[in-house]
């Protein structure tokens, strides 16, 4: 049986990593995209701001980093993200902070949102902008990034099976010649052996014929 180098063993680990990130991601866009909310990814999400509420912080089309956050890390002039009564997530800034709920409002707002944020409420805690995201303006469609990370997840699994097809069909072809080379070279040394018992047997009937002039 062969043995499995370090080199494989490191590319077969890193390809079945990559395949469980793959069905985590697109287990977790299921459940979200069920629930009605942004995918957490190992306690990230990102999330499109369409509004221009947090102006001049974060502008209308921005796309955000967030990651979850206990409630009692939360502190004044932090910016969060908060899931609404009407189940719209809203991304506004801390103005006051009691022991069982937020005062929120936007930057570009005259006045703090109408109602106040329980702990169940909130959804995470802003990380920063994601300026490289912009070329996806307009927001893009859930079930788009659904579709998208299923596609992803299934060409990984694709380019896995193909991979090991390939280094198997690889494997095969030099198993092959090496045994095309042994059954070549045993055919060689056969060869030689048997030109060298044809020259030993010619070379003592010459002996003998030698012997019996004499």
């Known amino acids: 049986m062969k043995r499995i180098s370090i080199k494989e063993a490191i590319g077969y680990a890193i390809s079945f990593i990559c395949l469980i990130l793959c069905l985590y991601i697109t287990i977790e866009v299921i459940v979200a995209n069920n629930e009605h909310r942004p995918p957490s990814i190992f306690g990230l999400s990102v999330s499109y701001v369409p509004t221009e509420s947090m102006e001049p912080a974060i502008e209308a089309g921005d796309y955000v980093l967030f990651s979850k956050v206990d409630f009692d890390d939360i502190r004044v002039n932090d910016i969060i993200v908060y899931r609404s009564n009407d189940n719209r997530f809203i991304i506004h800034r801390v103005m006051e902070k009691a022991d069982s709920y937020l005062r929120v409002q936007g930057d570009n707002n005259p006045l703090p949102d109408n109602e106040l944020v329980t702990k169940n409420m909130v959804y995470g805690k802003y990380v920063t ?86």
């Open 129 to 214: 902008t994601l300026g490289f995201m912009s070329i996806f303006s307009g927001g893009i469609n859930k079930n788009l990034i659904f579709f998208i990370l299923i596609i992803i997840f299934i060409i990984m699994i694709v380019m896995q099976a193909v991979s090991i097809f390939i280094k198997n069909k690889t494997d095969e072809v030099k198993r092959n010649r090496e045994e095309e080379m042994n059954a070549l070279r045993e055919e060689m040394k056969k060869e030689i052996l048997k030109e060298e018992l044809e020259r030993i047997k010619k070379e003592n009937e010459a002996l003998r014929k030698k012997h019996k002039g004499d």
